[in-house]
């Protein structure tokens, strides 16, 4: 079994910054494709921001500039710093990573319980 555990929401100020972690464990082979989503009250969830295994990344407009995403393959860890937050970045972030946990295995995606963030003054 694979877990997703994220951490680093919270409230801040607009104009603040925050970075997420998330952090995964069990029996892992290999991480391809991981991402944060957002979704906030009464909307769809949405993909914020993507990287893969060759470490190329991308971004949704909106966040374009004020996020970066990355990773740290040692420690199956996937970071988001957002910096110059607005008040419509509020939001729960979730994680997710496509993961095969045996090299003969089949890939599956993995979801983190989510973390809230908040930007108000």
């Known amino acids: 079994q694979v877990q997703l555990v994220e951490s680093g929401g919270g409230l801040v100020q607009p104009g603040g910054s925050l970075t997420l972690s998330c952090v995964a464990s069990?029996?892992?082979?290999?991480?391809?494709?991981m991402a944060w989503y957002r979704q906030a009250p009464g909307k769809q969830r949405e993909l914020v921001a993507s990287?893969?295994?060759?470490?190329?990344?991308n971004y949704a407009d909106s966040v374009k500039g004020r996020f970066s995403i990355s990773r740290d393959g040692a420690k199956n860890a996937l970071y988001l710093q957002m910096n110059s937050l607005k008040p419509e970045d509020t939001a729960v972030y979730y994680c997710?990573?496509?993961?095969?946990?045996?090299?003969?295995?089949?890939?599956?995606?993995?979801w983190g319980q989510g973390t809230q963030v908040t930007v108000s003054s």
């Open positions: 069990g029996t892992i082979f290999s991480i391809n494709t």
């Open positions: 997710n990573q496509n993961i095969r946990s045996t090299a003969w295995g089949a890939v599956n995606y993995y």
């Open positions: 990287t893969d295994s060759i470490d190329s990344k």
